[in-house]
């Protein structure tokens, strides 16, 4: 539950809750037929319950949107980018739901489950809409899509001069003083207290 509060409010201000709540459900009961599939072929008569599956599909999105976010891990003293902590908990997982060690009771298929049906949802989401970033359009009626796409003005090529080594240098370490005040902010305030402007920012910069 720590980890849904962590990850799970910074996804549903990025989304919006109509499409964290799609995306929460879809992860949890793709868990659940997952672990099902997983008894029925290895024999095993059992209860499971928990929503760690959807929580592990929380994390998975959270990994493919801001990949690049580092975040503090007890024990270690450094700092671990989501994409790495996310493929990392991913072959955890899969090693041991093979151990199958004895008195182990955790659904590890469930939790690859979850991981497994979220990676589809988003990549699902990515191709029908061309950006899976917020819900805001996907929850448009049709007609102000429509009215949307008729209203869009043409896009206007600027030439700009050849930028130089020290341009390049400076405008690289402006964006870096930017992010480092957005993630500050984001420390002291949560995610919530971000602009619009500072949201895409963080989001723009984490693809690079």
Same mark, same amino acid.
């Given at each position: 539950? &720590?980890? #849904?509060?962590?990850?799970?409010?910074?996804?549903?201000?990025? %989304?919006?809750?109509?499409? &964290?709540?799609?995306?929460?459900?879809?992860?949890?009961?793709?868990?659940?037929?997952?672990?099902?599939?997983?008894?029925?072929?290895?024999?095993?008569?059992?209860?499971?319950?928990?929503?760690? @599956? +959807?929580?592990?599909?929380?994390?998975?999105?959270?990994?493919?949107?801001?990949?690049?976010?580092?975040?503090?891990?007890?024990?270690?003293? &450094?700092?671990?980018?989501?994409?790495? #902590?996310?493929?990392?908990?991913?072959?955890?997982?899969? %090693?041991?739901?093979? +151990?199958? =060690?004895?008195?182990?009771?955790?659904?590890?298929?469930?939790?690859?489950?979850?991981?497994?049906?979220?990676?589809?949802?988003?990549?699902?989401?990515?191709?029908?809409?061309?950006?899976?970033?917020? @819900?805001?359009? %996907?929850?448009?009626?049709?007609?102000?899509?429509?009215?949307?796409?008729?209203? =869009? $003005?043409?896009?206007?090529?600027?030439?700009?001069?050849?930028?130089?080594? %020290?341009?390049?240098? +400076? =405008?690289?370490?402006?964006? /870096?003083?930017?992010?480092? =005040?957005?993630?500050?902010?984001?420390?002291?305030? @949560?995610?919530? /207290?971000?602009?619009?402007?500072?949201? $895409?920012?963080? &989001?723009? +910069? /984490?693809? $690079?």
């Amino acid at each position: 539950m &720590f980890a #849904l509060f962590m990850f799970g409010r910074v996804l549903e201000s990025y %989304w919006g809750s109509s499409r &964290f709540f799609t995306y929460y459900m879809v992860t949890g009961i793709g868990a659940g037929l997952i672990q099902l599939a997983i008894c029925y072929f290895q024999g095993i008569h059992s209860v499971t319950i928990g929503a760690s @599956g +959807a929580v592990f599909g929380i994390l998975l999105a959270f990994g493919m949107i801001f990949p690049n976010t580092p975040l503090m891990i007890i024990p270690f003293p &450094f700092p671990i980018k989501a994409k790495y #902590l996310v493929i990392g908990y991913g072959l955890i997982e899969l %090693w041991s739901g093979f +151990a199958n =060690r004895t008195g182990d009771d955790v659904a590890h298929f469930a939790h690859l489950g979850g991981m497994l049906f979220g990676i589809v949802l988003i990549l699902y989401w990515r191709k029908k809409n061309g950006n899976y970033r917020t @819900g805001n359009n %996907w929850n448009q009626p049709l007609s102000k899509k429509i009215k949307n796409f008729f209203n =869009r $003005k043409p896009k206007m090529t600027v030439h700009r001069r050849p930028e130089t080594d %020290w341009d390049y240098n +400076a =405008r690289k370490a402006e964006e /870096s003083k930017e992010i480092d =005040r957005i993630l500050e902010k984001i420390k002291y305030s @949560g995610y919530s /207290s971000l602009s619009e402007n500072e949201k $895409k920012r963080l &989001f723009d +910069a /984490s693809k $690079k």
